[in-house]
């Protein structure tokens, strides 16, 4: 699979069915006092006083010390004051009704439904809020996605948290609904709150500043693809292997990208207070697409920056 241009990818997602309230570490432990309960105890012994979001250190019985370090982040520090928490991107529904991560680096917040932002992203200074252009329903979750159905006839959004912040795709199901004259030229409300402000780019896209005018958030173009290169139905049905393998590129298409999938890089620019987007109309309903069509408006935003920055400020106060 290829993934689209700037997303990142959570390292872990649990199915919905295991969810489970994460643990938070209180304890924490220097270099002694974990090899003096290591050789207490005869097994490793965490150094949580040493721990950060992709990195630990391990104390055994014979006195070492070894560090295990990860390319993505593993853990976040509880917002509540708690210790660390393992990542979990699956999302649960927050003492306001918004559908939140259980543990993630950002501090992001999906719609319940109805009026309002689709998304609020909290980051030092204020938030960065996105909006559907109309009322959306109650979404139905699927780990660490949240879809809404038929924000358009045969056309659903799906908010996805990360690791480090959240994708939003439109997912266009049918030839049908390509021919809806509303995903000519699609507008997001964007709105931002406290000192951050919003601030064109000159090559099209929008920068979001923070008193400094430092960008802590940044997207130039989007994406979108079809699903070319899926296995056919017709294929599919032939054996119980290829019909789970074809299943699988159907949950993956609206994720990412697949190799083989035409593929359509958009131009975005700011009016007023929308972010505007024109959709590729010769891949949204040529004859060669394949649906689903997946159009990806936020593929390019600085997400890893987001949540990164904030956890470490956090961290710092």
Known sequence: MALAAGMTVPFETVPAAAAAPCTTEVASLDESEALAAAKRLGSSVEVTSLKTETSRVMADPRGALAMESYAVPQWTKDRRGGGWQKIDTRLQRAADGTLTPMATLAAVAFSAGGAGPAVRLAIEGGHVELAWPGALPT???EGDTAVYGSVLP?????????VDGFTWV???????????????????GLRTTGSLARRPRPSGGFDVVDA????????GSALMWDSSGLIPAARAAKSLELSEVAAQERREVVRAAPDLARKAELATRMEGADLVIR?????LRGSEAAYPVVIDPWTTINKGAVGLRQHHQRDQR
Request: hydrophobic letters at 45%.
């Open 139 to 141: 979404p139905r979750l």
């Open 154 to 162: 045969g056309v659903d959004l799906r908010l996805r948290a990360l």
């Open 170 to 188: 439109l997912v266009v199901t049918s030839p049908q609904a390509a021919k809806n004259p509303a995903l000519d030229e699609l507008r997001f």
């Open 212 to 219: 400094s005018g430092r960008a802590v958030v940044s997207t």
């Open 279 to 283: 959709p590729d109309l010769s891949l």
